[in-house]
């Protein structure tokens, strides 16, 4: 059975950094697209960052050149430095996985293509 557990959420000022961690078990890491999704009050789930098994990393515009995307397949966690940040990245983020799945057209994955979901973590920005 897959698990994923969301972890390093938290407040932060704008301008600040956090470093979100997803530590996966039950499934083997390098065979899995892994994304980070977030959604915030009143709003859809947004992708944010994707890496798929062959190291391809898709970002949404509003965070390219602040958020890094990064997996340690040895340790089954994923990770996602978020540097710079922003008031409106204040939402619960979400880690999600599926198994073999590629970016395609340099493109995020629809979320209902991934099976597997993380419970969140939340991250709040103030200015």
């Known amino acids: 059975q897959v698990q994923l557990v969301e972890s390093g959420g938290g407040s932060a000022q704008s301008g600040g950094s956090l470093r979100l961690s997803c530590a996966g078990s039950?499934?083997?890491?390098?065979?899995?697209?892994m994304a980070w999704f977030r959604q915030a009050p009143g709003k859809e789930r947004e992708a944010v960052a994707v890496?798929?098994?062959?190291?391809?990393?898709v970002y949404a515009d509003s965070v390219k050149g602040r958020f890094t995307v990064s997996k340690d397949n040895a340790k089954n966690i994923l990770y996602l430095q978020m540097n710079n940040l922003k008031p409106e990245d204040t939402a619960m983020y979400y880690c999600?996985?599926?198994?073999?799945?590629?970016?395609?057209?340099?493109?995020?994955?629809?979320?209902?293509?991934?099976?597997?979901w993380g419970q969140g973590t939340q991250v709040t920005v103030s200015t």
């Open positions: 039950g499934y083997i890491y390098s065979t899995y697209l």
């Open positions: 999600a996985a599926e198994p073999y799945l590629r970016v395609v057209g340099g493109r995020h994955p629809q979320a209902s293509r991934l099976r597997h």
């Open positions: 890496i798929d098994i062959e190291g391809t990393t």
